[in-house]
């Protein structure tokens, strides 16, 4: 079993609707959840980091965080075709030099 | 702003001829990691700075070594690339403890 595994895409949405990405994990100890979104060809980018159970809410996007059910989620609302990317969940170690262990990724295509 | 900062964008070396790549920070932070990504994967973990202490990965190549002369700066050293080395190489940072991680554009790297 992976240790970080997120649902096989490709996923493709229509413009304007909610694209759901979910990740689970294998570590109960995890204590720091991040998602970031990388376009074809271009580095990671940040979009949300959650450490508390519940939801976290920035914008059009929305992370979900259950350590009981070591699953953590990124909504997007209002889907632009802008958002089409893949989107990485990485899950930290408690360690000092605070390494991540990596889905492999989501692809979303969202349709104009 | 503060930056990640990659050095070459693209760099394209012959077979088992060493290649160097360099990665910056204006960051100020403790920990630069480097990773490999090949097309449709995960990034993979090389090694990691905290401070000046090195950490390698079990399964990264002998021929993939790092140096970090300060704290600004990180070179990755490929001693004999071979055609599986063609990749991109992607430099991040990060504070200490569970903290994003952030990246530079990257380095795309071909062999030929």
């Known amino acids: 079993q992976k240790e970080v595994e997120q649902n096989s895409g490709p996923l493709s949405v229509p413009e304007g609707a909610i694209a759901s990405l979910n990740c689970t994990y294998s570590?109960?100890?995890?204590?720091?959840f991040f998602w970031y979104r990388q376009y074809s060809g271009k580095s990671p980018e940040l979009i949300m980091f959650i450490y508390s159970n519940g939801d976290k809410e920035d914008g059009r996007f929305t992370a979900q965080l259950n350590k009981a059910s070591q699953y953590v989620s990124l909504l997007i609302r209002d889907s632009q075709p802008s958002d089409s990317a893949t989107y990485l969940c990485a899950v930290g170690d408690n360690t000092n030099a605070g390494k991540s262990t990596f889905g492999d990724g989501t692809t979303l295509t969202v349709k104009p | 702003d503060a930056m990640v900062i990659q050095n070459p964008r693209y760099q394209v070396t012959q077979f088992g001829k060493p290649v160097t790549l360099s990665c910056s920070q204006t960051?100020?932070?403790?920990?630069m990691y480097w990773y490999q990504q090949k097309s449709s994967q995960a990034p993979k973990l090389l090694f990691h700075?905290?401070?000046?202490?090195?950490?390698n990965e079990a399964d990264t190549p002998d021929n993939f070594q790092s140096r970090r002369p300060n704290t600004s700066f990180c070179f990755l050293d490929i001693r004999s690339p071979g055609l599986g080395d063609a990749a991109m190489y992607l430099c991040?940072?990060?504070?200490?403890?569970?903290?994003?991680?952030?990246f530079g554009d990257g380095t795309r790297l071909s062999i030929l």
């Open positions: 960051l100020n932070h403790n920990v």
């Open positions: 991040a940072t990060s504070g200490q403890g569970s903290q994003p991680q952030h």
């Open positions: 570590d109960r100890g995890s204590q720091s």
């Open positions: 700075y905290y401070d000046k202490d090195f950490n």
